[in-house]
């Protein structure tokens, strides 16, 4: 457990200053300018080919005064797509528009990574032409994906083979290729929300018998190797990589989540990895496993779930996190840290225009003036 985690310290007056989270902080050799960070947010979006929009340009632009953005999900290679007009960072025509983005961030001066991504069983046959999902089990999530035709309960997954599996690992290392060549500053690995990495690691999607299910030690082995894949393109220190120990979005659990994300963040932190982004709402109050593995992971450690500035500057300043992912509230308001700093009001979200539309609840909410 994170001593630091357990300190008491006195809960921040409305008249007193975020001096935490508007300080500087130095990730790897990055030096971001502030502790918020844009958490990655499914916009769909996307153009034909899942070529990211050109409106991403202004929208993420607009959110430079993060300290670092992370991007929406962009898929490693056509099967792991799930979701309609998601960007993807496996063709000439995806690196180019990421290009143009990362270029109007570093304008705007800002910090940008990208998220690497596979849905692996939540997905649909209407994506890939008729076969199936991936999965490491073929178990149904049993949900509703809403495709190309419309909404479509989802399928059994086709039980990637062992020898299948190190090539879904060498799309992620060409994903992190890719995403070099656009221009990012980093990337971080999408190992949360039940998608293809969190299905590996969870008992209750893991069914396998081999050398990838079973133990925690073998339940992490595919999300390490494909961790090892792409700091071998990056360098480790330039590497993020996202869990969400406690969640049940798309039809996840597991027997003993202390256990298995436990092993996952210390092996992790022995790769020396540039940080741990969790996904732990407050709301989940003493059920939270955050604390625990902020204590395990020696790197940089971020934490996500329905956080404030208040409970963000909370959080910074008892050590229970060293940045603050923002979702929801920076998807509302592109000027976030200057309405934190100032504490002015916030733009109400249109939760209309969150997965559909292209300027509108994109590009348009107001800024201060």
């Known amino acids: 457990m994170n001593v630091a985690a357990s300190i008491s310290v006195p809960k921040l007056q409305a008249n007193e200053a975020y001096e935490h989270l508007f300080s500087p902080y130095r990730l790897g050799s990055l030096e971001l300018k502030n502790r918020m960070v844009l958490a990655p947010m499914t916009r769909s979006r996307a153009l034909a080919g899942n070529v990211p929009n050109p409106l991403a340009e202004a929208y993420y632009a607009q959110r430079a005064g993060a300290g670092l953005i992370v991007t929406e999900a962009s898929q490693v290679a056509p099967r792991g797509q799930g979701y309609i007009r998601t960007p993807g960072i496996h063709s000439g025509a995806q690196i180019a528009g990421w290009k143009k983005i990362t270029e ?167 790769r020396g990895i540039g940080y741990l982004h969790a996904v732990d709402p407050l709301a989940d109050g003493a059920s939270r496993i955050s604390p625990l593995l902020r204590g395990i992971f020696k790197g940089t450690y971020i934490v996500n779930g329905g956080f404030d500035a208040s409970s963000a500057e909370d959080a910074l300043a008892r050590k229970a996190a060293d940045l603050v992912a923002f979702g929801v509230p920076f998807l509302a308001n592109p000027d976030l840290p200057v309405r934190y700093r100032k504490k002015a009001a916030l733009n109400v979200p249109d939760q209309n225009t969150f997965y559909q539309g292209e300027a509108k609840g994109f590009t348009d909410y107001p800024v201060l003036v």
């Open 104 to 270: 109007a961030v570093h304008k705007a001066g800002g910090k940008i990574f990208l998220q690497l991504w596979h849905v692996g069983r939540i997905s649909h046959p209407d994506f890939h032409d008729g076969e199936l999902p991936v999965a490491p089990s073929a178990i149904d999530p049993a949900i509703e994906v809403y495709t190309q035709h419309g909404p479509k309960k989802t399928v059994a997954p086709y039980a990637l083979s062992l020898a299948e599996i190190p090539a879904v690992v060498a799309q992620f290392k060409k994903g992190a290729e890719n995403a070099k060549a656009a221009g990012f500053d980093g990337v971080e690995i999408h190992g949360a929300n039940g998608y293809l990495l969190d299905q590996f690691t969870r008992d209750g999607t893991n069914k396998r018998t081999d050398a990838y299910g079973g133990s925690v030690e073998n339940r992490a082995r595919f999300p390490l190797e494909v961790t090892d894949a792409v700091a071998d393109v990056w360098g480790k220190e330039r590497v993020g990589y996202r869990i969400s120990p406690n969640g049940t979005f798309n039809s996840m659990s597991d027997s003993n989540p202390v256990a298995i994300f436990s092993y996952l963040t210390e092996e992790l932190s022995k």
